[in-house]
Nanobody, 127 residues
């Protein structure tokens, strides 16, 4: 079992940066892949990025590629999402997720791949 808590959200001006954190409790975090998704009201949860258990393999949504970086520190049971050059359309609630597999499969961009979810953190980008 893994419990996830996101932090680091807030309000930033367009062009600014934020670093989100996803802190996990539970002994299996280091064996879990971690993903980040975002959601705006009335829309489905959208994939942003994922990282495998060892932090070596990453995968990004095309819409965010080049502006975000996902990383993790298994010693701290924490994963991060660094977001740069933020745009107003990046405004959303950002969620982190963990799985029970550890590796990235073709389904990592879908919500059904992930077994555990945090409560989300709000990111607002003002123009």
């Amino acid at each position: 079992q893994v419990q996830l808590v996101e932090s680091g959200g807030g309000t930033v001006q367009a062009g600014g940066s934020l670093r989100l954190s996803c802190t996990a409790s539970g002994r299996t975090f280091s064996r879990s892949a971690v993903g980040w998704f975002r959601q705006v009201p009335g829309k489905d949860r959208e994939f942003v990025a994922a990282i495998n258990w060892g932090g070596v393999v990453t995968y990004y949504a095309d819409s965010m590629k080049g502006r975000v970086n996902i990383s993790r520190d298994n010693a701290q049971n924490t994963a991060y999402l660094q977001m740069n050059n933020l745009k107003p359309e990046d405004t959303a609630v950002y969620f982190c997720a963990a799985d029970s597999q550890g590796t990235l499969t073709r389904e990592v961009a879908t919500t059904r791949h992930w077994d555990y979810w945090g409560q989300g953190t709000q990111v607002t980008v003002s123009s």
